[in-house]
C-alpha cells in the first residue's frame, strides 16, 4: 500500500488480516465439503471469480453509473476541486478523480481499487447542505478509504458470500434439492443448502463487523488529516439529521451502496440490528470524534 500522510490505523489493519484469514478459511472448508457431497463446483467459482473481477476493476464505473455520477472539471465544480486539491496534497497521495450526483441525498462515497484509480463523488444535495469546513471533513474521511484501499478489500472480501449465493440458487434452480444420497437418502440439494447458507451468514457477518470498523478509522484518519473533528461531527449530525426528509423510495434505491456511503441510506428511527449494519451508531461515531477534538485540544 502506498504510504500516505493519513494517521495510521493498526487496529484496521489488523482487522483486516484477521477478517481475510478466517473469510479463507471458511472458503477452504465450504469448498471441501462440496467436494465430499460430489457437487461440481468448477462453474459456479468460475462465476463468483468473474464477478468479482468486473466490481474490482470496473467498481468505479459501475459506482457512478448506478449514482448518476458525472465526473467534473475543476471549472465546473472550483470550490470542491479546491478541497480536493488541499486534502490530496496534505495526505501526500495523487488526487483523486472528482465526480458529483445528481440526488438531493446528502451523501459522499469513494470508490476504486488503489489510489491511482479512485474516485470521490458527492451528492448534489451534500453540496447544498454542508458548510466548506464541513464538506473538507467529509471528503477527508472518504479520501482515508481511498488511501487505506478500503473498496478494494471490502470487494475481496465478499466474494465468498456472492459464491455461497450462487450455490445455493444452483442448488435450487438445478433441481439439486431433490437428489439423495444413494448411502443415508439425506437429500445432497438440502445438504447444500444448509452449508451455502451458514458461510453466507458467517461471511456476511464478518464483513459488516470489519465495514463498521473502517467507517470509525476513516472518521478518525479524517478527523485528524483535518485537524477539524468538530466539521466532521457537524456533517455527521447533518447529513444524518437531514437523511429523515428524503422520501423512503428514494432511500431503499441508494441501500444497496450504504457499505460505500459516508452515512447510511436510512432514516434515523429505522430500527437495524447492529450485527448487520454497515456503519457504526451515529452516537459512537460523534463520541469518537468528541474524544479526538479533546485530545487535539489538550494537545495545543
Known amino acids: 500500500m502506498v504510504r500516505t500522510r493519513f494517521a495510521p490505523d493498526?487496529?484496521?489493519?489488523?482487522?483486516?488480516?484477521?477478517?481475510?484469514?478466517?473469510?479463507g478459511l471458511l472458503y477452504v472448508v465450504f469448498v471441501a465439503v462440496l467436494i465430499a457431497l460430489g457437487v461440481r463446483t468448477v462453474a459456479v467459482v468460475v462465476i463468483a471469480g468473474a464477478l468479482l473481477f468486473v466490481q474490482y476493476f470496473f467498481s468505479d464505473k459501475m459506482a457512478l453509473y448506478a449514482m448518476n455520477g458525472?465526473?467534473?472539471?475543476?471549472?465546473?465544480?472550483?470550490?470542491?476541486?479546491?478541497?480536493?486539491d488541499r486534502l490530496s496534497a496534505l495526505?501526500?497521495?495523487?488526487?483523486?478523480?472528482?465526480?458529483?450526483?445528481?440526488?438531493?441525498?446528502?451523501?459522499a462515497f469513494a470508490t476504486g481499487r488503489n489510489q491511482k484509480k479512485a474516485v470521490v463523488c458527492v451528492t448534489t444535495g451534500i453540496l447544498r447542505r454542508l458548510e466548506p469546513t464541513e464538506l473538507e471533513g467529509v471528503?477527508?474521511?472518504?479520501?482515508?478509504?481511498?488511501?487505506?484501499?478500503?473498496?478494494a478489500v471490502m470487494t475481496i472480501a465478499s466474494f465468498l458470500g456472492v459464491l455461497a449465493g450462487l450455490m445455493t440458487r444452483m442448488a435450487l434452480y438445478t433441481g439439486l434439492a431433490g437428489r439423495e444420497r444413494r448411502d443415508n437418502g439425506i437429500p445432497i440439494g438440502l445438504i447444500v443448502v444448509a452449508v451455502s447458507?451458514?458461510?453466507y451468514i458467517v461471511?456476511?457477518?464478518?464483513?459488516?463487523?470489519?465495514?463498521r470498523y473502517r467507517e470509525l478509522s476513516a472518521?478518525?484518519?479524517?478527523?485528524?488529516?483535518?485537524?477539524?473533528?468538530?466539521?466532521?461531527?457537524?456533517?455527521?449530525?447533518?447529513?444524518?439529521?437531514?437523511m429523515a426528509r428524503i422520501p423512503t423510495q428514494d432511500l431503499r434505491k441508494a441501500q444497496p451502496f450504504n457499505a460505500f456511503f459516508f452515512a447510511p441510506a436510512l432514516k434515523r428511527d429505522f430500527s437495524v440490528s447492529a450485527l448487520f449494519a454497515t456503519h457504526p451508531p451515529l452516537e459512537r461515531r460523534l463520541e469518537q470524534l468528541a474524544r479526538i477534538s479533546a485530545q487535539l485540544g489538550r494537545g495545543a
Open 10 to 23: 493498526r487496529g484496521l489493519t489488523s482487522r483486516m488480516v484477521l477478517t481475510m484469514f478466517l473469510l
Open 70 to 84: 458525472r465526473v467534473v472539471r475543476p471549472e465546473e465544480a472550483p470550490e470542491l476541486h479546491g478541497i480536493v
Open 91 to 107: 495526505a501526500g497521495m495523487p488526487k483523486p478523480t472528482v465526480a458529483i450526483a445528481d440526488s438531493d441525498m446528502p451523501n
Open 139 to 151: 471528503l477527508a474521511h472518504e479520501l482515508s478509504h481511498v488511501a487505506h484501499r478500503d473498496v
Open 197 to 199: 447458507g451458514l458461510v
Open 203 to 211: 461471511s456476511f457477518l464478518l464483513t459488516r463487523v470489519l465495514s
Open 219 to 242: 472518521d478518525r484518519s479524517g478527523a485528524l488529516l483535518t485537524g477539524r473533528p468538530s466539521a466532521l461531527a457537524s456533517a455527521l449530525t447533518k447529513v444524518s439529521g437531514d
